[in-house]
Structures are given as C-alpha cells and as structure tokens.
C-alpha cells in the first residue's frame, strides 16, 4: 500500500469530531500543529509543528512509520488501525453512532 500524503492525512483528521483540536496554530509561536491523539489517545498524544500543516502532517507520517510494529501504545493503534489504509483508520478512530433507544 502506498504511504499516505499529507494532504491524505489532514483530511481524514478534518473528518473527525474535534478535528480543530489536533489542527491547530499554536498561539505562542504561530506554527501550525497536528496532534497524533486523534489515533493514539492523550495518553500517548504528541503533537509535530511546522512552518505548514502539511509539513506538520508529513512529521506525524513519519512518527506513525516509525511506530509499525513498535511494542508501545502508538505501535498498537497503528496495527489496530489498518494503517496505511486510511479508510481503515478512518473506521478505527469514527465515533460509534449511538442508538438513542439505548440510552
């Protein structure tokens, strides 16, 4: 499977709720963030900053590379997930849709 682009990846975050929490300028210096917490959780949340979001993005791709296979939190999320296939990881990081009669 081909590597994601960044441009790939931003999208697939803006999908998800919160999305302007792990795309975001920071308000000290400008830069622009992505977060990896969107797929591995706060606990195991970083953030990558760059002059661009796609530059940023193309960190976070590199960081998630590095963790294939890796015995750590994000090393599980990138197998769970099905990552490179995005619409896979898509499907691993949605919200389940509740059904209102449950709750």
Avoid at 77 to 91: E, I, K, M, W
Wanted: proline share 5%.
């Amino acid at each position: 499977m081909k590597r994601p682009t960044a441009t790939e990846i931003l999208d697939l975050i803006k999908k998800l709720p919160d999305a302007e929490l792990h795309i975001a300028k920071d308000p000290f210096d400008g830069k622009c963030c992505v977060t990896n917490e969107w797929f591995a959780g706060a606990f195991a949340g970083r953030s990558f900053s760059a002059d661009t979001y796609e530059e940023a993005a193309e960190q976070l791709i590199d960081y998630i590379y590095e963790h294939i296979g890796h015995d750590s939190i994000v090393g599980k999320a990138v197998t769970d997930s099905g990552f490179p296939n995005l619409q896979r990881v898509y499907n691993y990081c949605k919200p389940e849709l509740v059904d209102e009669d449950e709750l």
